[in-house]
């Protein structure tokens, strides 16, 4: 059975070792990186399944080797240890592409449980390859997502989102339904970051016309033609 391999970036050494340990234990092949600059590195060299990323490195923060990632199409996961624990930063890092954000401190445990929900998220297959609503096409086999005939980059939470939405075309989906199926845990017991990715989804799929992600108040979300 192949191993999913851990990119573990985090520059203090006695964490790292600790959390490389850990990961080992629960079954991840682990390659530890101590700076922002060696983890752009690792990923082209170990390509990994996942990045779990300190935000607060010495030479390029978390912030930034996620946004240099994401610029050149690098899908990879990601998921971001932190101090900080302000909603702006937990926005700024999900914005920037990442996939989960765990506040330190934290229990071996949690993130565990963590990547796992982010690997079986960006993982999962679609019973159907190609799923559409009027111009917006998501094929999975591809992994490739077009509104009006161009390609829409899409980061892998966004892409799932997106992916479970076209699966209950027509039905109004709640916070809660979209977080046991796209996050596949309480994230935090805050359906808000539904919200956020709702958001991110209409700036980059909603911006001409028909408008296809709908908020139903009080209820949750619909993805469909407008109605009349």
Same mark, same amino acid.
């Not at 949750?220 to 009349?228: A, C, N, T």
């Given at each position: 059975?192949?191993?999913?391999?851990?990119?573990?970036?985090?520059?203090?050494?006695?964490?790292?070792?600790?959390?490389?340990?850990?990961?080992?234990?629960?079954?991840?092949?682990?390659?530890?990186?101590?700076?922002?600059?060696? $983890?752009?590195?690792?990923?082209?060299? %170990?390509?990994? /399944?996942?990045? @779990? !990323?300190?935000?607060?490195?010495?030479? #390029? =923060?978390?912030?930034?080797?996620?946004?240099?990632?994401?610029?050149?199409?690098?899908?990879?996961?990601?998921?971001?240890?932190?101090?900080?624990?302000?909603?702006?930063?937990?926005?700024?890092?999900?914005?920037?592409?990442?996939?989960?954000?765990?506040?330190?401190?934290?229990?071996?445990?949690?993130?565990?449980?963590?990547?796992? $929900?982010?690997?079986?998220?960006?993982? %999962?297959?679609? /019973?159907?390859? @190609? !799923?559409?609503?009027?111009?917006?096409? #998501? =094929?999975?086999?591809?992994?490739?997502?077009?509104?009006?005939?161009?390609?829409?980059?899409?980061?892998?939470?966004?892409?799932?989102?997106?992916?479970?939405?076209?699966?209950?075309?027509?039905?109004?989906?709640?916070?809660?339904?979209?977080?046991?199926?796209?996050?596949?845990?309480?994230?935090?017991?805050?359906?808000?970051?539904? $919200?956020?990715?709702?958001?991110?989804?209409?700036?980059?799929?909603?911006? @001409?016309?028909?408008?296809?992600?709908?908020?139903?108040?009080?209820?949750?979300?619909?993805?469909?033609?407008?109605?009349?």
């Amino acid at each position: 059975m192949t191993r999913e391999t851990i990119l573990l970036v985090d520059d203090e050494d006695h964490l790292r070792s600790m959390l490389e340990a850990a990961l080992r234990h629960s079954g991840f092949d682990v390659r530890p990186v101590a700076s922002g600059r060696a $983890a752009l590195d690792a990923v082209a060299d %170990a390509r990994p /399944d996942l990045i @779990v !990323l300190d935000v607060m490195l010495p030479d #390029l =923060d978390g912030f930034a080797v996620c946004q240099r990632l994401r610029s050149t199409g690098d899908r990879t996961p990601v998921l971001f240890l932190t101090a900080r624990d302000s909603t702006e930063d937990k926005v700024k890092g999900l914005t920037l592409g990442g996939d989960d954000y765990l506040v330190k401190p934290f229990s071996l445990e949690e993130l565990v449980a963590r990547i796992e $929900a982010v690997l079986r998220r960006t993982g %999962a297959e679609t /019973d159907s390859a @190609v !799923l559409s609503c009027a111009d917006l096409v #998501l =094929d999975d086999n591809a992994h490739l997502v077009t509104r009006g005939g161009r390609e829409v980059a899409l980061s892998p939470t966004e892409y799932n989102l997106l992916r479970y939405l076209l699966t209950n075309q027509g039905r109004v989906v709640s916070k809660s339904q979209i977080l046991d199926h796209v996050w596949q845990y309480d994230f935090g017991g805050d359906g808000g970051v539904v $919200a956020i990715y709702r958001g991110y989804l209409r700036k980059k799929l909603d911006q @001409v016309d028909p408008r296809l992600i709908h908020t139903v108040r009080g209820v949750g979300y619909s993805l469909r033609l407008p109605r009349g």
